[in-house]
Each structure stands twice: as C-alpha cells, then as structure tokens.
C-alpha cells in the first residue's frame, strides 16, 4: 500500500489549498481515508475522514471551512481548505485504514501566514 501526498505550499490566511492523496496497493473505498495534521511537538490529529460508504467527519476547527472526497476512477482522496486560518499551519498526512492497519503517506508542508 502506497500513499502519496501532494499540493502543500504557503499561503496567506483566507486563502485556499487543495490537498491530493493518491492511493495504490489497495481498492479504493474499501479504507477509510483520512488526513492528519501536525505540529512540532504536538501529538498528530485528525483533520477529516471519509469512510466506506462515504460519510464524512470533521475536527471541529475545521467545520465549515475543509472539504474531504474522493475520486474513485482516479483513486486519490482530496482535501480542499478554505478560508485558511495561521493555526491550520502543520504538516498535513494522508492515510488509510485497511484491514486493521493504518498506512500513511509522507507529509506535506501547509504554512499560513497572517
């Protein structure tokens, strides 16, 4: 199983950034996908998932503003931020939760400015 994350960068707070995670080794929609984030010494937190029948969850600092999907022709979950936010600044990793084991892609850098 192999994750790769892609469209991290720098932005100005209010701003916008589509994250893309493209998924390999496994079917598409049988995983849970999700994207983490973190911070240097802080512990790695869930920012949204999608599950198998396609319902989707929230942190709550991300309600209303992050948008997760996916494309199953293209096999690549999205994370799309709006209105962007300083404290969203972290390095952003997909996953996937497949038969009992978590796999995870590299980090992709998102910084916020104010």
């Known amino acids: 199983v192999q994750l790769q994350a892609s469209g991290g960068g720098f932005v100005q707070a209010g701003g916008s950034l589509r994250l893309s995670c493209k998924v390999s080794?496994?079917?598409?929609?049988?995983?849970?996908m999700g994207w983490y984030r973190q911070v240097p010494g802080n512990e790695r937190e869930l920012v949204a998932d999608?599950?198998?029948?396609?319902?989707?969850s929230y942190a709550d600092s991300v309600k209303g503003r992050f948008t997760i999907s996916g494309d199953n022709a293209k096999n690549t979950v999205y994370l799309q931020m709006n209105s962007l936010k300083p404290e969203d600044t972290a390095v952003y990793y997909c996953?996937?939760?497949?038969?009992?084991?978590?796999?995870w892609g590299q980090g992709t850098l998102v910084t916020v400015s104010s």
């Open positions: 996953s996937a939760y497949f038969r009992l084991g978590y796999y």
């Open positions: 080794g496994i079917t598409f929609g049988s995983a849970v």
């Open positions: 999608l599950n198998t029948v396609h319902t989707t």
